[in-house]
């Protein structure tokens, strides 16, 4: 048994002391997300004085999005109301704290596009306020909330505004899944192709903005090449420049200099993350901002004249610290962290690894020990969800929370997961079960060979895509697994792909490429769905689903569960009707959470914090 103490649920998954900081763009004041009492709330003050304070409940429910409006005065926030997705613009004044709803259109998805210092009292926000099928652009006025709908060719979308918040860039989509980037020279003017992509290089593609002078766009691509990229593209031509790339890994983030017309900071994500300056400026300043951290360095915000970054420290071992980076001094002073509760504890490293899959592909991956054990360990497979996302290396709760309960935590960045080049990620498609679920066993067995896990208790685990990678494996692998967890899991791939709402056509488009089209596929999908294996399930589950989740409908949790009470297999069934895709309620989460200890448990005999009461 371990001798490290349990670190608490509340701590590891309870609502952190800071959350999504940010800098003003004036640099002399900071905003963040955090509880005031039992109720969340956006804190505001000045760096001169420390003097943060609450400002305002945080109304509707989960967070989506945050930013600072341009006229200085107040916050953004994007927030749904029980997980519907459903977002609402809030607007908090920082001078009363009073918030305001800017679209209170019930049943209605508003989604900022667009913020220009220029015009600081304007707000683009992206809508089907006129249809719910389709997203129109409107021009709001932040004092008097009145919106103004903005006139844009039909089947156009990723809208893109120049300085003076005008819309002069947009994708048109193909019918093959590809996309065309058009440009024009203001709103009375046609439009002009500038690049048209192929599906193949359309799915990783990025419009980031004009330049200053609005004479070229910014772009994330791996068009003509083999990992995304940073490309200036000629607004008039559409001739391609490359800014930088690395030949391995995708360039992930980009950083433009706030008073100059060029991108000085890239992030690239390989087993690390890696901060790298483009200018000799940015190079010094970005060696000496990482040499007074600890962990990977990403930038958060940077004020107006460039004097003053927030940064944030990511380290495995413990919370991530917010800092201050002074330019001038090259001086840096720490904030706060995330969760200062955990710096009372012995948390777990986690450990880059590599195996070759069974058809001699390269995967790469984490391992989360408990502290201090290495070997026959009871173990879970952690699925990421996306499945076009990638796990990262740094603190995580889930995997610090399975080794502290005696578990090693494995990670894998399977085929079709990001930031490993264009054909890794298409390596993934039409292999939902298949190639992508092979990688995972390969690097489960990859695990036990090492001596590190003992096979008789592997368990995986995982949310949206990771849940149906989770039943996948109960399912097609029955005598892989002791047990299995699945959150927000599609079970039947045809209702699952053919439920996409209207609002998404292009993800309709994207899955039916990519998972299997439920018109012409049907066949295909059903012997991909966990659904059609059911009666070859022998191992205990735990489901849990959101009732108001509108990408996997809890109609696909119900799907299984019937057949699971036919087949008399051991389950629990939790559903949450107050959620939507994925758990944020502070109470939900904690309870799934105390829910999946009791279960992980009960079948591997790890550790479990003791009930309260």
């Known amino acids: 048994m371990l001798d490290v103490p349990l670190v608490p649920r509340r701590i590891l998954f309870g609502e952190p002391a800071v959350a999504a900081p940010s800098l003003a763009p004036s640099g002399e004041h900071l905003a963040y997300l955090a509880l005031d009492g039992a109720d969340p709330a956006v804190w505001f003050g000045a760096l001169s004085t420390r003097d943060f304070r609450p400002l305002a409940e945080l109304t509707g429910g989960h967070v989506e999005d945050y930013a600072w409006a341009r006229d200085g005065r107040h916050l953004l926030y994007q927030a749904d109301c029980d997980g519907d997705e459903n977002d609402h613009l809030m607007a908090v004044d920082l001078l009363d704290g009073h918030t305001t709803d800017l679209t209170p259109f019930p049943g209605v998805r508003a989604r900022v596009a667009g913020l220009q210092s220029a015009v600081p009292d304007q707000v683009l926000v992206e809508m089907n306020l006129a249809d719910r099928g389709r997203n129109d652009l409107y021009r709001l006025d932040l004092g008097t909330g009145a919106h103004q709908r903005i006139p844009v060719d039909a089947g156009l979308g990723g809208w893109v505004t120049d300085g003076d918040l005008t ?166 002073e720490e904030l706060f962290t995330h969760q200062p509760a955990l710096e009372w504890f012995r948390l777990a490293g986690v450990e880059p690894f590599r195996f070759t899959t069974r058809d001699g592909l390269t995967v790469h991956g984490y391992l989360t020990f408990p502290p201090g054990a290495r070997c026959g360990l009871p173990a879970v497979l952690n699925v990421h969800g996306g499945p076009w996302e990638r796990n990262r290396w740094g603190f995580r709760a889930e995997s610090q929370w399975l080794a502290n309960r005696g578990y090693l935590s494995i990670e894998v960045n399977y085929r079709g997961s990001t930031g490993y080049g264009r054909a890794f990620e298409l390596a993934g498609d039409r292999e939902w079960g298949g190639r992508m679920q092979d990688d995972l066993v390969d690097a489960v067995r990859w695990v036990v060979e090492r001596g590190y896990a003992d096979p008789a208790r592997l368990a995986v685990y995982g949310v949206s895509y990771g849940g149906y990678a989770a039943l996948a494996g109960a399912a097609f692998t029955p005598d892989l697994f002791r047990c299995a967890v699945a959150v927000a899991a599609p079970v039947n791939l045809g209702t699952f792909v053919g439920s996409v709402p209207d609002y998404w056509p292009h993800v309709r488009a994207r899955m039916a490429r990519r998972v299997g089209d439920p018109d012409l596929d049907a066949e295909f999908l059903w012997s991909r769905s966990p659904l059609s294996r059911a009666a070859d399930i022998r191992v205990p589950l735990l ?44 109470a939900n989460v904690l309870g799934f959470h105390a829910a999946a200890e009791r279960f992980l448990a009960r079948h591997l005999g790890g550790r479990c914090e003791p009930e309260e009461g």
């Open 543 to 586: 489901l849990a689903h959101g009732g108001n989740d509108p990408r996997v409908p809890v109609g696909e949790a119900a799907q299984l569960v019937d057949a699971l009470r036919a087949n008399g297999i051991e389950h629990e069934y939790l559903c949450y009707p107050d959620e939507g895709h994925g758990f944020h309620r502070p």
């Open 167 to 332: 819309v002069r860039a947009a994708q048109r989509r193909t019918g093959d899944g590809g996309s065309t980037i058009l440009a024009r020279d203001d709103e009375e003017t046609p439009w002009r192709e500038l690049l048209t992509l192929s599906y193949e290089d359309s799915t990783a593609t990025q419009v980031l903005g004009f330049t200053t002078d609005g004479t070229g766009l910014l772009v994330l691509s791996p068009v003509d090449a083999e990992t995304t990229r940073l490309l200036r593209l000629d607004a008039r031509t559409g001739a391609v420049r490359v800014l930088y790339q690395d030949d391995t890994h995708d360039v992930t983030g980009v950083w433009r200099h706030p008073r100059r017309d060029e991108i000085d900071l890239v992030v690239v994500e390989g087993t690390r993350s890696r901060l790298i300056g483009l200018t000799e400026q940015a190079r010094t300043d970005v060696r000496r901002v990482c040499a007074t951290g600890r962990g990977d360095v990403t930038p958060l915000g940077r004020d107006r004249w460039d004097r003053r970054w927030l940064v944030q420290d990511n380290v495995a071992d413990g919370p991530a610290a917010y800092r201050l980076f002074d330019r001038r001094t090259g001086r840096t």
